[in-house]
């Protein structure tokens, strides 16, 4: 399985992104995808996951009420649309797979429960 993140760049405090995630495994629909961030200096830290057949949704207090993650599992991708950012929010943003998806939602957060990662897709918010 390979996930190719997209979606980053450069945005100033307030201002809205949508990230996405493509994934090229044909069990995408019964998958747990999750997004992570790492800023620099600082460890990886879980941010949203969704569940890949009832589409129940998981996410960090950081971001609630801020960012929304959804998927399309006829495209095979996953998105993080992210609204009213932070400079805090900057971080280099992972997608990654549970498959199969044996994780409870108690440890969704954790990136050891993970099979799969992407490569990255740096945000920045600027202040």
């Known amino acids: 399985v390979q996930l190719q993140a997209s979606g980053g760049g450069l945005v100033q405090a307030g201002g809205s992104m949508r990230l996405s995630c493509a994934s090229s495994?044909?069990?995408?629909?019964?998958?747990?995808m999750a997004w992570f961030r790492q800023a620099p200096g600082k460890e990886r830290e879980f941010v949203a996951a969704?569940?890949?057949?009832?589409?129940?949704?998981f996410y960090a207090d950081s971001v609630k009420g801020r960012f929304s993650i959804s998927r399309d599992n006829a495209k095979s991708t996953v998105y993080l649309q992210m609204n009213s950012l932070k400079p805090e929010d900057t971080a280099v943003y992972y997608c990654?797979?549970?498959?199969?998806?044996?994780?409870?939602?108690?440890?969704?957060?954790?990136?050891?429960?993970?099979?799969?990662w992407g490569q990255g897709t740096l945000v920045t918010v600027s202040s």
């Open positions: 990654a797979a549970d498959r199969p998806p044996i994780a409870i939602a108690g440890r969704l957060r954790y990136g050891t429960v993970y099979d799969y």
């Open positions: 495994g044909r069990a995408f629909s019964q998958d747990t």
């Open positions: 969704i569940r890949g057949s009832s589409f129940s949704t």
